[in-house]
């Protein structure tokens, strides 16, 4: 059996978990809303991220060819020509008869 001072000491002592409890709980209460505002703000930003790479995405894939813009904006476009060398130097070849304007005296 208990004595009276034991059963007093042993409510003080659930009276003071109780409250260290609801002290925590309301800590943690705080914790959950601030977490929850930042997870909604965190949201938000994600979309307008999301949307930005969407709109830049669409312009790297716009070039002359497939919009208005001009053949100088386009920015990766190949500047290397398709041409293979031939071989030849450049002008007229060896054994090539070629043709020349003559002088008129008037026209």
């Given at each position: 059996m208990l004595t009276?001072?034991?059963?007093v000491?042993?409510?003080e002592s659930l009276i003071?978990?109780?409250?260290?409890?609801?002290q925590l709980i309301t800590h943690q209460q705080q914790v959950i809303e601030q977490?929850?505002?930042e997870n909604k703000q965190l949201r938000k930003?994600?979309?307008?991220?999301?949307?930005r790479v969407q709109e830049l995405e669409a312009r790297t894939k716009k070039n002359s060819s497939n919009s208005h813009l001009p053949p100088s904006s386009d920015r990766f476009a190949n500047t290397r020509s398709?041409?293979?060398?031939?071989?030849?130097?450049?002008g007229g070849q060896e054994?090539?008869?070629g043709?020349?304007?003559r002088q008129v005296e008037h026209q």
């Open positions: 009276v001072q034991q059963a000491f042993t409510v003071s978990k109780v409250q260290q409890q609801k977490l929850l505002k930003e994600n979309e307008q991220l999301k949307y398709s041409r293979q060398p031939s071989g030849n130097k450049p054994g090539h008869q043709t020349t304007l």
